[in-house]
């Protein structure tokens, strides 16, 4: 997982205002975001049948993925239906405190159609290739003779988290890497020729490349001081967005991040958030204009912004919950926001205890991919 043990800080404040326009889909109200580009209207999503609603005020309708359990950093594959992610298991390792770990499934967004594609080890992040045959994940499973480590702290990292491409039934088609590094936060180009993730080397994080085959592995990050991970292409296949912290203030509380784009080759890196403080797990969004982050309002509060990459549009708060709420992703078609929350955790809950996936509907904000004219398909 990349919650890295990351600061609290005083997030930044709401920096546009929200227009509620009355729309139902399941018996929730729809929020529109003001001044974003008008596409022609479309249906708002439709409920799977007996799903809790976990909508807040403010918020755009959404719901609680059933079925699954505590889960973290769910991905949509091409079909914007099914989900990868991380889930909890009693097959997996066990903590240092004999908590069961977390290992690959996939799943729709309607809590069906579960299938465990890892059965040993401890698993990090995966992701679907776009031909929605394939995909690529993390796990210690074959480095269970090593210190668990800790997939929270990066000073201390599962040495030996290597990456795999499988089918989607979990037969290992290939092992991308083999060796003691810590190699993680992968994921895969929407042309599918490249795979990015961050590898850790002598206790430093940067970002690599390589071929989709796994041949011609390039790093391309070369910082001492910044810790670089959760990188995303963005749909052009050449941009690559992702978050780092400085090593340097690691232990302030809260660890201030900031979001970056940039090439492919490593080149024209672009700071894409300004503020000093939390600014943490991107996720481009399918038009190509816009990301997913997350910001802390309070030390036990944390929420979704929507954020631009013109680089002058102040961000748009997408949660209203006082507890976590992280690890947001769109669906390709832009319709669907699947995110890891603790609002259905209970009361007494921790404040990252009880992680469940949810789904919102941001049918309205249009985020949805852009035809070659520039236009939404």
């Not at 490593?266 to 503020?275: E, K, L, N, Q, Y």
Request: charged residues 25%.
């Amino acid at each position: 997982m990349r919650i890295n043990r990351i600061g609290v800080v005083l997030g930044a404040a709401l920096a546009a205002s929200f227009v509620v326009v009355s729309a139902q889909s399941g018996s929730n109200t729809r929020t529109a975001v003001a001044g974003d580009d008008v596409a022609k209207p479309r249906a708002p999503v439709a409920f799977p049948a007996g799903v809790e609603v976990s909508t807040r005020p403010q918020e755009m309708p959404s719901w609680k993925i059933p079925n699954i359990g505590e889960a973290a950093e769910a991905y949509y594959g091409p079909d914007s239906t099914h989900l990868i992610a991380q889930v909890k298991s009693p097959l997996a390792a066990k903590s240092p405190r004999g908590l069961a770990g977390f290992l690959t499934k996939t799943f729709t967004d309607s809590g069906t159609e579960e299938v465990l594609i890892n059965d040993r080890g401890w698993d990090g992040c995966s992701y679907f290739f776009p031909d929605n045959e394939r995909l690529v994940w993390t796990s210690i499973r074959d480095h269970m003779d090593m210190p668990l480590g800790n997939w929270s702290d990066w000073r201390n990292y599962p040495q030996g988290a290597e990456l795999y491409v499988s089918d989607r039934k979990g037969k290992i088609l290939q092992r991308l890497t083999n060796n003691t590094q810590y190699e993680a936060e992968v994921t895969v180009s929407p042309d599918g020729r490249w795979i990015v993730f961050g590898r850790m080397t002598n206790g430093n994080m940067d970002l690599w490349i390589m071929n989709s085959d796994g041949t011609g592995e390039k790093q391309i990050t070369f910082t001492e001081d910044d810790q670089e991970g959760a990188p995303y292409f963005l749909p052009d296949n050449e941009t690559i967005l992702f978050r780092a912290w400085k090593a340097s203030e690691y232990d302030q509380k809260p660890t201030p991040m900031t979001i970056y784009t940039i090439k492919r080759d490593g080149s024209g890196r672009v700071p894409r958030t300004f503020t000093h403080d939390m600014n943490w797990a991107p996720y481009p969004t399918p038009d190509g204009k816009h990301f997913l982050f997350v910001r802390a309002e309070t030390p036990r509060n944390w929420e979704v912004y929507l954020g631009y990459l013109d680089g002058k549009t102040p961000p748009k708060r997408i949660t209203f919950d006082d507890g976590f709420d992280g690890f947001p992703a769109v669906s390709p078609d832009g319709r669907k926001m699947v995110w890891t929350s603790s609002r259905s955790a209970g009361p007494g809950a921790g404040f990252m205890s009880g992680l469940q996936l949810h789904v919102m509907d941001v049918t309205s904000l249009n985020l949805g991919p852009l035809g070659t004219a520039g236009k939404r398909r």
